[in-house]
């Protein structure tokens, strides 16, 4: 879950750097707790994209000119709602794993 935060909130850039940053960054934690390597990929997916639904970044912007809105407010709360959801995701599905 720290890494997670980490990347989503403390790591922004394009998807791939942000990716690889994450992964170079906890992979000795990673390795030294046996983490299974199918929830340390769901870990990176997570903070490398879900970071464009959190704060107003260029791709949301543009976007929003594509689709010819000016109702930066409804996109922010949507963002927010996934990333509850995907937080809640990944906490659930870390916790099925401890419990395995």
């Known amino acids: 879950m720290v890494s997670t935060f980490i990347g989503v909130f403390g790591i922004s850039g394009a998807g791939v ?4 940053m994450t992964h170079e960054l906890f992979l000795p934690l990673v390795q030294s707790m046996n983490i299974d390597m199918s ?10 994209q879900v970071t464009f639904f959190v704060t ?7 976007q929003m000119g594509l689709a010819r809105s000016k109702d930066i407010k409804a ?23 401890t419990m395995s």
Do not use: E, H
């Not at 107003?56 to 543009?62: A, E, I, N, Q, S």
């Not at 996109?75 to 794993?97: D, E, P």
């Open 17 to 20: 750097a942000q990716a690889k």
């Open 39 to 48: 929830i340390w990929a769901l870990v990176v997916l997570v903070s490398c």
């Open 56 to 62: 107003p970044t260029v791709d949301m912007v543009g």
């Open 75 to 97: 996109m922010l709360k949507n963002g927010w709602v996934l990333t509850v959801i995907t937080f809640a995701y990944v906490l659930i599905r870390s916790i099925l794993y």
